[in-house]
């Protein structure tokens, strides 16, 4: 079984800064890729950000320069910094993994249960 807990989300005034977490808890050996989603009411999911095992990192053209994502592998951690936030980055951030490596077996994908930005202006 794996768990993806995201924090840090809360209400911020726009140009400001917040710095998201995602832990993922159970005996996890790797996994192999994560990436932050976010979704607006009436809008479709969108990716924001995707980091593999070894560093690789993508992100949304309208988020570039402006967000950073990271991750501590022994920690089974990944952060997203927000900084120049905007209006239209109020979204239900959610955080997701890809192939996951376990003691109790191969897991395909995990979504963690989301954590509202609202970013002000």
């Known amino acids: 079984q794996v768990q993806l807990v995201e924090s840090g989300g809360g209400l911020v005034q726009a140009g400001g800064s917040l710095r998201l977490s995602c832990a993922a808890s159970?005996?996890?050996?790797?996994?192999?890729?994560m990436g932050w989603h976010r979704q607006a009411p009436g809008k479709q999911r969108e990716l924001v950000a995707t980091i593999t095992r070894d560093d690789t990192i993508d992100y949304a053209d309208s988020v570039k320069g402006r967000f950073t994502i990271s991750r501590d592998n022994a920690k089974n951690t990944m952060y997203l910094q927000m900084n120049s936030l905007e209006p239209e980055d109020t979204s239900v951030y959610y955080c997701?993994?890809?192939?996951?490596?376990?003691?109790?077996?191969?897991?395909?994908?995990?979504w963690g249960q989301g954590t509202q930005v609202t970013v002000s202006s």
């Open positions: 159970g005996t996890i050996f790797s996994i192999n890729i």
């Open positions: 997701n993994a890809a192939g996951i490596y376990t003691r109790s077996g191969y897991f395909a994908a995990a």
